[in-house]
């Protein structure tokens, strides 16, 4: 269909052409259906904007010095790509990022076998100073964040298992942590013990490198919800 001099719009096969202030005429007499469709529309899309989990990311730059330090370190050098490892000794080093080794590394230097169930929330913003124990076995735990009233650490079944105030810590079975002072009163918390490889599996699916061509610099960049 094409615009005519005349302001309409011809309909093929047929010798009726539809004007444009028949269009507006259409919409005014059919305004409460528009207004409810806009309406539905921007509902829509605010909805969906809520229940968009934000995604973070940090990025570091590592200089390599030694072509083959990083590689004696690693304990799983044997899940490398061989090529790479023959023809590009910083790009080998670059992909001793990727090995389970270090993912573990890095669960236990920060905790990470503790997760909030509500990808939303993120860890920072209620605890801090995370340890758990390698032996923590996997299972689920309310936290109840009461004030100047302090905790309550309770189990899945609501057994309370510690309470104390935010200058103390929360001591659990195999895992502690401090209340952070900003963090939320009169809310509860809802976090679970993982297993290490499960934690390692997430570290090692938000990390991402990039060597840069011609130098022996390696761009490291992880991105998450925390």
């Known amino acids: 269909m094409s ?4 302001g309409s ?11 444009v202030r028949d269009l507006v005429a259409v919409v005014l007499r059919h305004w409460r259906i528009a207004a409810l469709l806009a309406v539905i529309v921007a509902a829509g899309a605010y909805f969906q904007a809520r229940h968009v989990v934000p995604q973070f990311q940090s990025k570091l730059t590592i200089q390599i010095s030694s072509p083959n330090n990083v590689l004696a370190q690693a304990a799983d050098v044997s899940r490398l790509d061989e090529m790479a490892l023959r023809t590009d ?11 389970q080794d270090l993912a573990l590394r890095i669960v236990r230097a920060l905790g990470l076998q503790l997760d909030l169930t509500d990808p939303a929330l993120r860890r920072e913003a209620v605890m801090g100073e995370v340890v758990v124990d390698s032996l923590a076995r996997p299972a689920l735990y309310r936290l109840d964040l009461k004030g100047s009233r302090g905790y309550d650490l309770r189990s899945a079944t609501g057994q309370v298992i510690a309470s104390g105030t935010y200058d103390q810590r929360v001591v659990g079975p195999g895992f502690s942590f401090r209340v952070v002072p900003g963090a939320p009163a009169g809310t509860t918390v809802e976090f679970r013990i993982t297993p290490p490889a499960q934690a390692a599996a997430w570290v090692s699916g938000g990390l991402a490198y990039r060597v840069r061509e011609g130098t022996t610099a390696v761009d490291v960049m992880f991105t998450g919800s925390d």
């Open 9 to 19: 719009i011809p309909l093929h096969g047929s010798t009726r052409e539809v004007h």
């Open 3 to 6: 615009a005519t001099n005349g």
């Open 89 to 99: 000794p910083v790009l080998s080093e670059a992909l001793v990022l990727t090995t």
